[in-house]
């Protein structure tokens, strides 16, 4: 039986999501009556959110499914001072030019997950800046400064770590967390929001949120922390060789993304059903169950599942049709998935091959093996093909070696295909 009574906090609860609560016995006695209100903030670093954010966009969409309002808070006030939380140097700072465009791209990620409107528990999103950029600087210390003391903000962990490795940790990054906090009470004072949901790095934030109602207004509020997701192999969520995995489908195409959730690590196919898509308990253990081979069919349900809930059901069967076409060999180079061979990953030859790539780089570059020690194993046995020449031992490609009409490397190892396109070309 859950320990919660509510049935948002419950389904939470057996999906794995929750970490840490404020005021626990509280917290769930205001998510079980009336129509509670929470919110997460998305500060706009780039112009797309990605598959790490899915973990708070799936804690919203989970509590509007149960009554709740969310809403999405865009950082453009924030965004100018950049989120040190578990940073170990400072943000470069943005315009409001690139701000502002980078909200324009986040807004779209939101519409598939949540319903969006004026009903009791339509989503909202509002931005930040409304007020933060309204604020002068000596009313933001009357109002709230004298509410935070110095002995409590450098026990953060981010401030203790940046201190101890004697890293610069500016003025402008130590004011953050008031400003969030301060997010947490306008949100309050303007829609009634009690509670603020984010990952578990965001703790030290929410608390000062928390902390803040509860002063400045003799509020109660509340906080809920995610885990923060590793795959088995420690990898952190939504990280790849090519870079992060983005939401928005012009920097990630659907194809790409279904071929991301299945090649999910066979310790986390569970787990990921549970976090990232709608599917029910009972199924989500009967996946769970599979085993040996079968557990590709998981894999196949979870890619199916995670892509149908952003880009939508035929968009799913599309990515999974091209990609049986793709590995059975069938299919055509434009239906493969591409990877990035980024310039930190780079192998370079010395003097006329400035472009060449070795067979190691390539492989690492495509996903298809997790280590140098590996890519060499699979090269032995004869495994590698790379435009479709058997790799007996690894040498270096030259960047005229690329497929023109694709304009990468078309690597094969097992049935699994895919493109690996170098990032500087000549």
Known sequence: MSEYKSEFLRELSWRGFIKDTTHKAELDAYCSTGTPVAYVGYDATADSLH?????????????????????????????????????????????????????????????????????????????????????????????????????????????????EAEQPYTFLEFNYLLMQSYDFLELFRRYGCRMQLGGSDQWGNIVGGVDLVHKAESGEAFGVTAHLVTTSSGVKMGKTVGGAV?????????????????????????????????????????????????????????????????????????????????????????????????????????????????TIAILRASGLVKSNGEARKKIQEGAVYINDENIKESRFHPYQEVLPDVGAFKVKLGKRIVLVKPVDTP
């Open 51 to 163: 598959v790490g954010h899915l973990m708070t966009i799936m804690m919203l969409r989970i509590f509007q499914r149960h009554g709740g309002k969310p809403i999405a808070l865009m950082g453009g006030g924030t965004t100018k001072v950049g989120d040190p939380t578990d940073k170990e140097k400072s943000r470069p700072l943005l315009t409001d030019e690139q701000i502002n465009a980078n909200i324009a791209g986040i807004k779209t990620a939101f519409e598939p997950f949540l319903r969006f409107g004026d009903g009791a528990n339509d989503a909202i999103m509002v931005n930040n800046n409304d007020w933060l950029g309204e604020l002068g600087y000596l009313e933001m210390l009357r109002a709230i400064g004298v509410y935070f003391t110095i002995n409590t903000m450098v026990k953060q962990d981010t401030v203790r770590r940046r201190l």
């Open 246 to 358: 983005w939401l928005n489908a012009d920097r990630k195409s659907p194809y790409e993304y279904w071929q991301f959730w299945r090649n999910t690590e066979d310790a986390d196919v569970g787990k990921f059903l549970r976090l990232f898509t709608d599917l029910g308990q009972q199924e989500i253990e009967a996946l769970e169950a599979l085993e040996g081979a079968q557990i590709n069919d998981a894999k196949i349900a979870l890619a199916n599942a995670a892509t149908t809930l952003l880009h939508g059901e035929a968009a799913a069967k599309e990515a999974e049709a091209a990609a049986k076409a793709a590995f059975s060999g069938k299919g055509s180079l434009e239906n493969l998935p591409v990877f990035e061979l980024s310039e930190d990953t780079v192998e370079l030859a010395k003097g006329e091959y400035k472009y060449a790539r070795s």
